[in-house]
């Protein structure tokens, strides 16, 4: 494990100690045990902290704290590595593990740049391990069906749709104010709706425009930002196009009902899907508790914690069901029979779209093209907009007002 913050204790966790305890079941391996061997994290304080809380059997792992963490993690047998350290570190963290044969799965947003993609993917490739993304939106049970409901025809040719994921100002102000400086909450959770739209609609990513607001985080002409909104076009194969707007902001107020608000609408030929995060159906109030300590709406399908109905407790849910399936994906790889055949399954593995590093591409265009579009925003020269593979090359940038576009990734994007 490399990185040890909220994402590792809300849930690899509670994935691993249940892992650790009953293994993790696949139908043609019978049980895969699973061990927390070794972390890594920058001062090793909370590798410490969760020793302490960890169950027995949980607290065996070696913790290395910087400089060298991660060279020293991988120094060690380990057989798959799952990065968690913040966005902008990702690349370097999953360029070495992979270098070192390690299976990887990286946080999302996978990495910054398609040149960072594609050194991870060529890297991948020689080495013969899985590069893979933790894309958890994609198991939710309503994007499911509206994955289903497109698959088989019948919601028809998407137009258009906005997406909404707003945190809470703890996230900025508390959570993440050690590494805020210069980030935007749009590369941190638009990915997610970025990669919904990617894989569920399929399509051509044709334009990328961004804009956003600045002066709570930081100052009102700083480069880190409060809130922002997205624009993607796609185009399809029969010549028409839709447009997805994303908007997101990490400065909502902590007294905010639910913990996240996440709200979309995909606007088709023959309907209209509409989803809401909050409005599942349950809200609860509790006298002085809610909504601070305990949300008024909770997402009991993302991670839960339950009483099982034979008395069992459990944590449970689509955030720590992907994670299982990557260590299934790796242990396919690396134990089903015959031992021979490991390329052809690594190959299959590699083909599943919804979280390999090969089939990203789009996104991380997205990613690129508005991490760029605010720098130069931030350096005075708003409103950009980045074409993706016109005449120019993958990723140009236009200015307004400028007659030279700005070559950001030269290759054919996808
Ligand atoms: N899947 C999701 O829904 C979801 C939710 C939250 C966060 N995330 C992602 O998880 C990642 C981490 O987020 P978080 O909320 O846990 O952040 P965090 O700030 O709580 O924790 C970051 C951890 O990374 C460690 N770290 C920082 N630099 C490091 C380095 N160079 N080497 C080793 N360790 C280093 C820190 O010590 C800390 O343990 C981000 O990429 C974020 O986008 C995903």
């Given at each position: 494990?490399?990185?040890?913050?909220?994402?590792?204790?809300?849930?690899?966790?509670?994935?691993?100690?249940?892992?650790?305890?009953?293994?993790?079941?696949?139908?043609?391996?019978?049980?895969?045990?699973?061990?927390?061997?070794?972390?890594?994290?920058?001062?090793?304080?909370?590798?410490?902290?969760?020793?302490?809380?960890?169950?027995?059997?949980?607290?065996?792992?070696?913790?290395?704290?910087?400089?060298?963490?991660?060279?020293?993690?991988?120094?060690?047998?380990?057989?798959?590595?799952?990065?968690?350290?913040?966005?902008?570190?990702?690349?370097?963290?999953?360029?070495?593990?992979?270098?070192?044969?390690?299976?990887?799965?990286?946080?999302k947003?996978?990495?910054?740049?398609?040149?960072?993609?594609?050194?991870?993917?060529?890297?991948?490739?020689?080495?013969?391990?899985?590069?893979?993304?933790v894309y958890h939106k994609l198991f939710d049970p309503d994007h499911k069906k509206l994955r289903t409901l497109v698959v088989d025809g019948v919601l028809r040719h998407v137009n258009s749709g906005y997406c909404t994921l707003?945190?809470?100002?703890?996230?900025?102000?508390?959570?993440?104010?050690?590494?805020?400086?210069?980030?935007?909450?749009?590369?941190?959770?638009?990915?997610h709706y970025i990669k919904l739209i990617d894989f569920t609609f399929g399509g051509?990513?044709?334009?990328?425009?961004?804009?956003?607001?600045?002066?709570?985080?930081?100052?009102?002409?700083?480069?880190?930002?409060?809130?922002?909104?997205?624009?993607?076009?796609y185009?399809?194969?029969?010549?028409?196009?839709a447009?997805f707007?994303i908007?997101?902001?990490?400065?909502?107020?902590?007294?905010?009902?639910g913990?996240v608000e996440q709200e979309v609408q995909f606007r088709f030929d023959n309907g209209v899907w509409n989803g809401h995060s909050r409005l599942r159906g349950v809200?609860?109030?509790?006298?002085?508790?809610?909504?601070?300590?305990?949300?008024?709406s909770m997402n009991n399908h993302y991670n839960g914690?339950?009483?099982?109905?034979?008395?069992?407790?459990?944590?449970r849910g689509y955030g720590l069901e992907v994670?299982e399936r990557?260590?299934?994906?790796?242990?396919?790889?690396?134990?089903?029979?015959?031992?021979?055949?490991?390329?052809?399954?690594?190959?299959?593995?590699?083909?599943l779209a919804y979280n390999?590093?090969?089939s990203?591409?789009?996104?991380?265009?997205?990613?690129?093209?508005?991490?760029?579009?605010?720098?130069?925003?931030?350096?005075?020269?708003?409103?950009?907009?980045?074409?993706?593979?016109?005449?120019?090359?993958?990723?140009?940038?236009?200015?307004?007002?400028?007659?030279?576009?700005?070559?950001?990734?030269?290759?054919?994007?996808?």
């Amino acid at each position: 494990m490399v990185g040890m913050g909220m994402i590792f204790d809300e849930t690899y966790r509670p994935f691993l100690e249940t892992a650790a305890r009953d293994g993790v079941f696949d139908p043609s391996l019978g049980r895969i045990g699973v061990t927390l061997s070794a972390v890594a994290s920058r001062t090793g304080v909370r590798a410490e902290t969760y020793r302490g809380n960890a169950p027995a059997g949980n607290a065996e792992f070696t913790s290395y704290a910087e400089p060298k963490a991660i060279d020293q993690l991988l120094n060690t047998d380990v057989d798959l590595v799952c990065i968690a350290t913040p966005d902008d570190r990702h690349f370097e963290a999953a360029r070495a593990a992979i270098d070192a044969g390690k299976h990887v799965l990286i946080e999302k947003p996978s990495v910054l740049s398609l040149a960072e993609l594609d050194l991870l993917e060529d890297l991948a490739q020689q080495r013969g391990v899985l590069a893979k993304i933790v894309y958890h939106k994609l198991f939710d049970p309503d994007h499911k069906k509206l994955r289903t409901l497109v698959v088989d025809g019948v919601l028809r040719h998407v137009n258009s749709g906005y997406c909404t994921l707003l945190e809470p100002k703890q996230i900025s102000g508390t959570q993440f104010a050690e590494w805020i400086t210069g980030r935007n909450p749009g590369t941190y959770v638009a990915v997610h709706y970025i990669k919904l739209i990617d894989f569920t609609f399929g399509g051509r990513l044709k334009s990328v425009a961004c804009t956003g607001q600045r002066g709570i985080v930081g100052p009102a002409d700083g480069d880190t930002w409060d809130s922002t909104q997205l624009r993607m076009i796609y185009t399809y194969d029969d010549g028409r196009e839709a447009a997805f707007d994303i908007h997101t902001s990490w400065v909502t107020p902590d007294n905010f009902p639910g913990y996240v608000e996440q709200e979309v609408q995909f606007r088709f030929d023959n309907g209209v899907w509409n989803g809401h995060s909050r409005l599942r159906g349950v809200e609860c109030t509790v006298e002085d508790k809610t909504p601070r300590e305990m949300k008024i709406s909770m997402n009991n399908h993302y991670n839960g914690t339950f009483v099982e109905p034979d008395g069992a407790r459990t944590q449970r849910g689509y955030g720590l069901e992907v994670l299982e399936r990557f260590v299934r994906e790796v242990a396919h790889v690396e134990f089903s029979e015959p031992a021979t055949e490991r390329e052809t399954r690594l190959q299959q593995m590699r083909d599943l779209a919804y979280n390999d590093l090969s089939s990203d591409r789009q996104v991380v265009a997205t990613v690129q093209a508005m991490e760029e579009i605010l720098k130069r925003h931030a350096s005075g020269v708003p409103n950009c907009v980045v074409e993706v593979n016109g005449d120019g090359g993958g990723l140009v940038l236009h200015a307004p007002g400028s007659n030279e576009p700005q070559v950001l990734y030269q290759p054919v994007v996808s």
